[in-house]
């Protein structure tokens, strides 16, 4: 819902940091690749509830998939990058919450309520894309996105900060995550009414 506004706010720094990446020789797919390593170094702390810790790493993983990008538009926007970098969000989203149920085993419903929620927002998500590459609809080059991104209640922002929150409170968990669950089926509706247009 916010990423549009957080997107026009931070576009000219970041870019800025991709241009200089670049001339350094840093490539998109090895900042995806770094973002992922935190990622997946974050779900390993949470399994052993070391919160602080894969607090830090979310925001390394956020920080490098806000620069990846920037990087692709300072030299070649690609599909396959494009591909690797929502396949590496989705894992870690969804990574997040379970890593979280492993550490908390009490917390294995909501847990399973939430990564089926982000089944529902990814791939209706993904399916929006596909109608609109068929149909031509695009919204850029604004940001420069290898492929259409469909707006929704909740996108990579407040994904992010519901990670966070889990890691800053994790005795909250269960109630956070049938909150965000809630948010989400909003996504999965609107996307829904979104592709509806084009029956």
Known sequence: MIDN??????????????????ARGVTAMQLTAVGFAFGIGGCVALTQEAYGLALACLVLNRLAD????AVARAT?????????????????????VLAFAIGRPENAIPAAVLIYTFLGTGSTFLAAAIIAAK??????????KSFFYNTALAEGTESTIFLALICIFPDYFAVMAY???AIGWVSVIGH????????
């Open 5 to 22: 506004t957080l997107r026009r706010l931070f576009k000219a720094p970041v870019d800025r940091a991709g241009v200089r990446l670049a």
């Open 66 to 69: 806000l620069v990846d990008g």
């Open 76 to 96: 070649t926007v690609t599909d396959f990058g494009g591909f690797a970098d929502i396949v590496a969000d989705f894992l870690i989203y969804s990574g997040y």
């Open 135 to 144: 149909r031509g609809v695009t919204r850029e080059p604004p940001s420069r």
């Open 179 to 181: 909150v965000f669950a």
């Open 192 to 199: 829904f009414l979104w592709a509806r247009q084009f029956a």
